[in-house]
């Protein structure tokens, strides 16, 4: 005789059976790739009012721009912790007073150039860094000069200066990069310019192609 407890678990055995062969197989279940949306670097315009001028430019695709108390700043890459730009390219709009500079005797030079060289010549402007003779130019009926800089430190700039004259200032910009980048600062010109205005006005970029190519730091 088959005992009571024999038989359950023999119905047991079998309902599992019977029930592992009627359940179907799932298939495998297939994660979906997930493709990652591409980053778009969004144009930022940058803006500000000093000395009675207003400058406005836009921050070139893949760059970074900050509005500072001392003027505009664009940057391949800003370290997190300030304003510095490491081992990138960097430029730095700004308005300057012209009342501190001592008026030219001679009215025909380009003030714009006459004052740079007071620049030039003032230790607490220039410190040890090593300059070339400022070159003055016409931009857009502006009286204009430049000069390269090699700040001792490591690092190089062009240092461009427009006066405007209502109200009478000097609108700088400077562009620098670490001097083993000294080459990729003459490229860039016309792409950090393209953009910028002075009290609304764009600026011609042929002017540009009168600089030196390559340019030619102080050692």
């Known amino acids: 005789m088959v005992k009571p407890f024999s038989l359950l678990l023999m119905f047991l055995a079998c309902l599992a ?3 592992g062969a009627a359940l179907p197989i799932e298939p495998p279940t ?29 921050t070139p695709a893949g760059w970074e721009g900050r509005t500072t108390g001392d003027g505009l700043m664009l940057a391949e890459h800003f370290d997190p ?3 510095a730009a490491g081992d990138d390219v960097q430029m730095h709009l700004f308005v300057h007073p012209t009342n501190q500079f001592r008026a030219p005797q001679d009215t025909t030079v380009n003030p714009a150039w006459d004052m740079l060289k007071q620049v030039q010549a003032n230790p607490n402007y220039m410190g040890t860094a090593k300059t070339t003779e400022p070159q003055p130019f016409n931009w857009d009926g502006h009286d204009s000069a430049y000069y390269l800089v090699n700040d001792g430190s490591g690092s190089v700039s062009i240092l461009l200066a427009m006066l ?7 609108v700088v910009s400077n562009i ?3 001097l083993s980048r000294h080459q990729d600062i003459r490229p860039l ?6 953009t910028l205005t002075i009290n609304g006005q764009p600026l011609s970029l042929t002017v540009l192609d009168s600089l030196p190519d390559p340019l030619v730091f102080p050692q």
């Open 189 to 194: 010109l016309p792409t950090l310019f393209q």
């Open 176 to 178: 620098s990069a670490p």
């Open 30 to 58: 297939r994660t979906p790739l997930i493709v990652p949306t591409p980053t778009v670097n969004k144009v930022a315009r940058l803006e500000i009012e000093m000395n009675g001028v207003r400058l406005s430019i836009e």
């Open 164 to 170: 405007v004259r209502d109200p009478m200032v000097l």
């Open 17 to 19: 059976t019977a029930c």
């Open 81 to 83: 912790m300030d304003d």
